[in-house]
């Protein structure tokens, strides 16, 4: 069988390693699934004469967004309850509705939502962190989206399992079921310190090292978290994790709002993950992960967007540029945080984070065809004088024309490929009249 070559044809192609480069004129060549190379455009008919060539004037291509923090199928749930600290908006509205909604369809529909959103704003990998892991999974599959799902554990009854026992038999059955999948990985997904017991941190740390997965977990995101921790066991929460042989860099350690300098330091040591969620925690005025003191300390610092219940969107240009704007005010230096390095933390530092660098977040050679055309030659990004700068403080979500996920385009000209717009947005509407009786039926 004869294989595919593509030869996309931009204006500008940004490989984000190495870090800082941006070929003009240049050709970015694709065999099937995977980069073959990036040649100047005068020497693509002899080297590639075979390939089907797609000119894209006016745009630039770059690796697919990794969205490093996300609960896709809570898209459902944007905008039902706002303007609220975070256990009151946890307790009061989005546990409460989850109770009596979260299941297989919703999880489905939820999903979907999220999956065609992303995509539509150059989003083409997201690491998951909700129940019904499994069909996460397969409506990503399903849109050729690529995943990380979370095997959810945590210490009271869902509609996803009622023990612990049942959240890692029917996780593990999840990870069994995906691991001949090339577009899904796992990761265990343990909600948070204070909702999850030792002897479940035991078992996840045991066997995360024998399935050689990471651990993606909610970590000091807001100050009460580190009061519960010395009540209920006496210790922060980080000298609890690194008692249960959990503060490693198997860790994905989300929010990290309340370090210490000490804490920054042990973080660096171990080689834990942060994956910062600037507008989520913004919003609930969690507080600041501190960016620039961790990135000075050699911190692996990746961005997501966390869920579009707390967010309101899982648009990761605007999540970009806000982590770069944040990490300069609040260290209250303006040369933390160049748009380079924004840009390396909204791709290549996600895929390392996640154990996929070696397939993904750079346009690479022998790396999977992961990648999204934005169009730059829109009045507001023009002029371009530095298009990576432009692509950070500049750019919206809007400007993304086209989108490839393993080679395979999923958006064409701002059109889904493989996803029903319309049935997506029948069914979103069902679930807005049954969210909202479902909150409004709740006492104030």
Request: contains cysteine; charged residues 20%.
């Amino acid at each position: 069988m004869v294989e595919h070559v593509t030869a996309l044809l931009p204006e500008w192609i940004v490989p984000v390693h190495p870090s800082g480069e941006v070929h003009e004129h240049h050709a970015l060549v694709m065999h099937e699934d995977t980069i073959s190379a990036i040649v100047p455009r005068d020497k693509l008919d002899d080297a590639f004469p075979q390939a089907e060539r797609i000119e894209l004037p006016g745009k630039v291509l770059l690796p697919g967004l990794i969205n490093a923090h996300a609960h896709s199928a809570m898209a459902l749930l944007r905008g039902l309850a706002d303007d609220l600290p975070l256990m009151r908006w946890l307790e009061e509205h989005i546990w409460p509705a989850e109770q009596q909604c979260v299941g297989p369809e919703y999880v489905r529909v939820g999903t979907e939502l999220a999956v065609a959103e992303m995509l539509l704003g150059g989003t083409t990998c997201f690491n998951d962190n909700y129940f019904f892991p499994d069909v996460a999974a397969q409506t990503s599959i399903r849109a050729g989206m690529r995943a990380v799902v979370g095997i959810p554990i945590i210490s009271v009854p869902t509609a996803w399992a009622t023990s612990e026992d049942e959240y890692f038999r029917r996780g593990l059955a999840v990870h069994q079921e995906l691991l001949d999948e090339p577009l899904v990985t796992t990761t265990f997904a343990p909600h948070a310190p204070y909702t999850v017991t030792d002897a479940a941190f035991a078992r996840i740390r045991e066997l995360a090292e024998e399935m050689d997965i990471p651990v993606h977990l909610h970590l000091l995101e807001a100050a009460p978290e580190i009061e519960s921790s010395h009540q209920q066991h006496r210790c922060h929460p980080i000298d609890r994790l690194e008692k249960l042989g959990l503060f490693n860099d198997r860790l994905l350690a989300v929010h990290m709002t309340q370090l210490t300098a000490r804490d920054m330091d042990r973080v660096a040591r171990a080689g834990v993950h942060v994956l910062h969620c600037p507008a989520s925690n913004l919003k609930l005025a969690s507080g600041m992960c501190p960016v620039a003191e961790l990135v000075a300390r050699g911190v692996n610092v990746c961005i997501g967007t966390d869920g579009a219940a707390s967010n309101n969107t899982l648009d990761m240009f605007a999540e970009t540029r806000l982590a770069a704007l944040l990490a300069k005010g609040y260290s209250g230096d303006p040369e933390a945080v160049p748009a380079h390095l924004a840009l390396a933390m909204a791709t290549l530092h996600g895929a390392r984070a996640l154990g996929l660098e070696e397939e993904i977040g750079s346009l690479e050679a022998g790396k999977q065809g992961d990648v999204i055309a934005v169009e730059l030659d829109r009045i507001e990004t023009l002029p371009v004088h530095h298009v990576v700068s432009q692509l950070v403080y500049a750019t919206g979500r809007h400007q993304v024309s086209d989108v490839w996920v393993a080679g395979r385009a999923l958006v064409r000209n701002r059109r889904l490929q493989t996803l029903d717009e319309q049935r997506i947005r029948r069914e979103t509407g069902l679930w807005q009249q049954r969210l909202a009786r479902v909150d409004q039926s709740k006492p104030s």
